[in-house]
């Protein structure tokens, strides 16, 4: 009898990748079932198309240079003398929310009034911060000429986002220790922001309202 | 040292051991490497990954329990810092709004052999690239670094049931996208 569960199983029968007693179990099953017949070779075909893992090797001395990188990375850390660092770990998330609104609200172009409400895509996120507010931090930290380091390549901050595109909560860090450090995330860990509840959220929102009231 | 086993090396680490984290180092850069250039694609951006990876294994080791194994572990870490990268740079894509409307996805193709096999990768990279998070992370660990479910479970903290389903859709959407991609043209 045909099953997902079968079904799941073909992509490793293909690839030569079931063990037995799994394999011969799919190999009888193959016999007797069309349907896992067609879907076989639709995969047989598919591996064919993605083929191999040949992908350009990296530079030739490129291995050997990992260590003395992540090393001097490290020692970068440690040294105290990055002044603005604190700053900017203080601030990191709402500059990063406030430039985001800023970046949201005048260039996402809002859809057409059709009669019901024509919702900024931040809105439903940061209800409890209002959107005129946020735009007031936004440009109070491009006083402050911040607005380059938060979204920088690097060193940035942190990054509280809605994906414009999905409408999903979309929560992202930019570099993770910063994130970490980082006191208005407290005890929520890096890990969970990708998996954060809408409740958590709020929580988060209500936290950076209270420290975004500059 | 180098014969001493991962966890013999983070009970020296976390004994105050600095060296002991140079010998993980360079037993799993290799590994960490090519899980990141399969999630990013080209070598700048896994390179940064392979960086980061490390200095967040630096700063974690302390906390490190022996329930999971090193190599697991540092798998985890590697998935989640190139999510996070992806995630970032369609965030700046978005920032770029302008591009994002007539990025054309693939580029003219030049008809020799070698520039089609190179259309025809990334192609698949595109595809892989397009793929949800779960399904594109357990494709990359299950079809080009063959690990075993009960392994990628533990470093996507899933269930071994699921993943197999994620693995069969992924290569599903894989054809589906070349195939369309192919009939465009
Ligand atoms: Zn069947």
New binding site residues.
Partial sequence: M??RH??YLLPDYVTGRLEEPLRSGVAS??EE?A??KG?LETLRHAFQTIGGSDLKPPPGAYFSGILPGVRERLEQRKSPSVLARPLITRFALPLAVGVLAFVLLTHIPVPANNGETAQNPLRPVLSGVGSEELMEIALDQMHRQAFSISIGENESSAMLAVPILSGKYFLTDVDSSVVWEDPLLGDIAMEDLETLTDADLEVLVARLSERTSL | MTDRSDLELVQLFQNGDESAFNHLVLRYQEKVYWVARRFMADHDNADDVTQEVFIKAYGSLNEFRRESSVYTWLYRITVNIALNSLRRQKIREAFRIDELFDAPDTESVAPDEAAEKQEERSLIENAIARLPEKQKSVFVLRYYEELPYEDIAKILKTSVGGLKANYFHAVKKIQEYVRRAHETY
């Fill in positions: 045909h099953t079968i079904e099953h193959l079932c349907e896992c879907e």
